[in-house]
């Protein structure tokens, strides 16, 4: 199986994943991706973060070439309860 490798951007820095992981294929890391961003956004809403940053995960192989990036924010709070979440967009 191909190794993907996530590596988490913001306006401030570059986190890179050193250690990547194995999907079947592009479209299964996407999904891993997203799911990643979902989880961020919700980490973020919970500690009182700046909710309307762009962020990104951008997703590249082996040899470091990029693939896919998917950008992700969370939208703007409504009522009591945290700030909702918008689905990731991919950009290939």
Request: no cysteine; proline share 8%; net charge negative.
């Amino acid at each position: 199986m191909p190794k993907y490798y996530f590596h988490y951007r913001t306006d401030e820095a570059l986190i890179r994943d050193e250690s990547g992981s194995e999907h079947p294929d592009l479209d299964a890391a996407e999904q891993t991706a997203a799911e990643m961003g979902r989880a961020i956004i919700e980490k973020v809403a919970g500690e009182g973060g700046e909710m309307d940053a762009p962020r990104s995960i951008e997703i590249t192989d082996a040899a470091g070439h990029d693939l896919l990036y998917v950008v992700f924010w969370a939208g703007p709070k409504v009522g009591d309860g945290p700030a909702t979440p918008i689905e990731p967009a991919t950009v290939h």
